[in-house]
Every structure is written in structure tokens, then in C-alpha cells.
């Protein structure tokens, strides 16, 4: 298997939010070679079909195969809603997939009472029925619906006038009812947790998935013997759908390094 370690990951979003992810997967597996793919000529995913997700979902993982990638991760929740379940049916490589963070959160809460944020889609999914009748007798969950965020995050919009007046529209309902856990149930949010901590106070707290969906990771690269074996630390490359320089920008000020974004390939780019 050692030739199959050496490989690499691929990490993939609607557009920059799984940077949030990829940040993680980072810090607990600094010497894998990662390929993050950012689809944001078709993001936000929150307004699209489930057949346009998975389809894009499943040209994303085609690319990855043809980068030879030993593990893919869907840092997209939307994504893992409308098509996890069948891109494990497809491949047989590990695919570690998203879920809102609601059982740290019901462990955490003394309220009793917890806020999810999430796009529609999310929310309506059946995996998040699901979670949310799992726990629905530990805890009262609110889930609540954020058009817009995403596009201000695509933007690199994370601290202006408009996305600080969205956060505030969605986040107040949910003080209003007690809340003391807000989960973000999207990739991109968790840029915006520095806001929304300043908005709710230091009385709520503000979890994300990311860091659990690293050690999944982690686990599962172990229990198949896919761990690296490099000492050095591995390469990031990163591809997006977009030709859009603000792309670029984004991914460069998000990610913190100076990176350089190819262009994917004309036949994935371009599916729909």
C-alpha cells in the first residue's frame, strides 16, 4: 500500500467554504498532498437541484480520479445532503463526508436549546432530518435557513456592512429563544465565526465540523494504511470551476499563503 499512501487527497466545496475544512485536514495531516477544488462557477449549491449536485459532485471525484487522489473529501454539507450517499455507492476509495455538529453541541448545551445554521437545502435534506430526530429528545433544535451568506463569503466579503447586517437577521431569532450552542452547518461559515461570535457574545457558543471531519479523516487513512509516509511537508494545489480572478483573490485571502488556482479542465468546468 505504500505506493497508494504517497498519493494524494482531494477536498472539494461548492466554492471556497471547504477552506475552512482544508485548513484542518492541514493541521492534523500536514505531510499529505492535498487538491482542493472550489466549484464556484456554480456556487452557491443551496439553490440547486439534487441532480445538479450530484452531478456535479460525481465530475469533481472523476477529476480527482484522474489526478490519482487516495481519499476524497466533501467539505460541502450541501453536498454531502444531495450526494454523499451516492458517490459511496460509486467509488470505492474513502469518502469522508460532512455533519453538522450537533452532538458536540448537545453535550455542550445547558439550555438545552441549539442553533443550527445552514442553507435550505441542508436543512431539508434527509440526512438532517435525520441528525435532527436523532437528538430531538436531548435538546430543542432550531435550524435556521441563510440565503445570501454564502454569496458574501464568495465575495470575500466576511466583516463588511451587508454580510455583518445578514448575520445579525439570522442569528437574533435564535438568541431570542435561548440558544447557548449555534452550530454552522456550512463549510463557509466558519469564516464568518469571528463575526458572529461578536454578535452573539461570549454567552453562546460557535462550533463547527471542521475538526472533527480531519480526524475522520485521519482514522480512516490509518485503518487502510494510506497514512504518508513523507517527513517534508506535503503540497497544496488548488483548482476552481471559475474563471473569475475574484476567485483567486478569495482563495488567496482565505487561505493565507500564496497560492496559485488553475483552471479545471474545459469538460468539468463547463458540465451542467
Not at 204 to 233: C, M, N, P, T, W
Not at 262 to 269: E, Q, T
Request: neutral net charge.
Amino acid at each position: 500500500m505504500r505506493n497508494h499512501a504517497a498519493k494524494p487527497i482531494g477536498v472539494f466545496d461548492s466554492g471556497v467554504g471547504g477552506l475552512s475544512v482544508l485548513r484542518e485536514i492541514r493541521k492534523q495531516l500536514p505531510n499529505e498532498n492535498l487538491i482542493y477544488v472550489a466549484d464556484s462557477a456554480h456556487a452557491p449549491y443551496g439553490d440547486k437541484t439534487k441532480q445538479f449536485i450530484e452531478d456535479r459532485s460525481t465530475a469533481i471525484v472523476e477529476f480527482f480520479l484522474s489526478q490519482q487522489v487516495k481519499a476524497v473529501v466533501v467539505a460541502c454539507n450541501t453536498a454531502t445532503a444531495a450526494a454523499g450517499k451516492e458517490l459511496r455507492a460509486m467509488y470505492q476509495l474513502p469518502i469522508v463526508a460532512m455533519e453538522p455538529a450537533i452532538k458536540p453541541a448537545t453535550e455542550l448545551s445547558k439550555t438545552g436549546v441549539i442553533g443550527v445554521l445552514a442553507t435550505h437545502r441542508t436543512i431539508n435534506s434527509t440526512n438532517f432530518q435525520v441528525l435532527f430526530s436523532r437528538f430531538a429528545d436531548q435538546v430543542k433544535i432550531i435550524p435556521q435557513a441563510c440565503p445570501g451568506l454564502v454569496d458574501q463569503i464568495e465575495a470575500g466579503d466576511i466583516d463588511g456592512i451587508k454580510t455583518r447586517d445578514l448575520v445579525c437577521h439570522y442569528v437574533q431569532p435564535l438568541m431570542a429563544q435561548n440558544v447557548d450552542v449555534i452550530v454552522l452547518g456550512c463549510t463557509h461559515y466558519p469564516f464568518l465565526a469571528p463575526l458572529i461570535q461578536e454578535i452573539v457574545g461570549q454567552g453562546i457558543k460557535v462550533i463547527d465540523s471542521g475538526y472533527a471531519i480531519a480526524k475522520r479523516l485521519l482514522f480512516l487513512l490509518e485503518s487502510h494504511a494510506l497514512l504518508s509516509e513523507h517527513q517534508q511537508q506535503g503540497s497544496v494545489h488548488f483548482y476552481s470551476s471559475s474563471e473569475s480572478v475574484k476567485t483567486a483573490e478569495v482563495i488567496f485571502g482565505l487561505w493565507g499563503s500564496d497560492v496559485k488556482t488553475a483552471k479545471m479542465p474545459h469538460i468539468i468546468s463547463v458540465l451542467t
